[in-house]
Structure formats: structure tokens, C-alpha cells
């Protein structure tokens, strides 16, 4: 059962990947993640956008058919971080602002995330439902805990 002082800290977390999720360069959607260990330190963050080095000009951005194979979702970018830096984040929290797709989904699975925190939504649109779906799934059988604050 959470505690009031779990849940402040959630809060906290879910606050500061908002935070980060102002970072992204994206016109249409900015997403933050926040990673933090059991003893609540901050192991990575990420937000959504292009890879080290690559151009994220307006063209680029506004075009989904260039964009979408660049991009790297907030989930990715934070788990790439950390390997890049040598940090485990195996058994941590993973705190996003929107719940994840399939494509992040298999990503925190893999970087060994134990539990996913992002905020209740008014809803999902329609052409990521399908995909959130599959994404439940995938975490449900992974085993992986989720939860919205």
C-alpha cells in the first residue's frame, strides 16, 4: 500500500519529467521519463527527440515522415543514457509522463525497469490504442508493475 510519502515522491517524480519533457523539440508531443533507484536517486532522464548529433530543425520536426524514423522516445532516450554512462537500472522506476508504446515497452522490459508511474490520461487517441494495448500486455507478462498517480 502506498504511503503519503510514496505518493509525494511520485508526484515529485512525475513533476520533474514534466519538467524534462519541455526539453523535446517536438511540436506535436513532448514526452519526459524520469528513472530512480529504490533510494530515490535519479539514475537517468530522457526526453523525446533526435540522436546525438543529428539536425532537429523545424522541417525535420513538422514532417512526420522524416521525424518518426529519427525520433527517439523519452523511455529510450533514458535507458541509452545510462548504458552510455555504465548506470544499471535494473529494479528502478520508471516515471513518464504518457504511458508507454509497445517500441518503450520492450525497452524498459529489457533495461530491467521493476515498475512503470505515469499520470492518469482523459484518454487515449485512437491510433495508439492498439498499441497501448499490446503494451499492457507485454508488461503485465513481464511482470512489470504499473500504476498512475
Known amino acids: 500500500m502506498l504511503t503519503a510519502m510514496s505518493e509525494k515522491w511520485d508526484i515529485r517524480f512525475l513533476e520533474l519529467a514534466k519538467h524534462i519533457s ?6 506535436s508531443t513532448k514526452v519526459g521519463c524520469v528513472v530512480v533507484g529504490e533510494d530515490r536517486e535519479i ?4 526526453f523525446n527527440g533526435f540522436p546525438r548529433g543529428i539536425d ?3 522541417e525535420r520536426l513538422t514532417d512526420r515522415n522524416q521525424k518518426y524514423p529519427l525520433i527517439c522516445h523519452a ?4 535507458i541509452m543514457h545510462a548504458a ?3 548506470i544499471s537500472l535494473k529494479g528502478a522506476t520508471a516515471f513518464v509522463t504518457w504511458p508507454p508504446c509497445s517500441r518503450c ?4 522490459i529489457q533495461a530491467g525497469i521493476k515498475e512503470i508511474v505515469y499520470p492518469e490520461t482523459d484518454g487515449i487517441p485512437e491510433r495508439w490504442v492498439e498499441d497501448f494495448t499490446v503494451s499492457n500486455g507485454m508488461l503485465l507478462e513481464a511482470g512489470v508493475l504499473v500504476r498512475t498517480v
Do not use: F, H, V
Open 105 to 108: 515497452a520492450r525497452s524498459l
Open 56 to 58: 532537429d530543425d523545424d
Open 84 to 86: 552510455r554512462i555504465g
Open 43 to 46: 539514475r537517468s532522464t530522457g
Open 75 to 78: 523511455e529510450e532516450n533514458a
Open 22 to 27: 519541455g526539453w523535446s523539440k517536438d511540436p
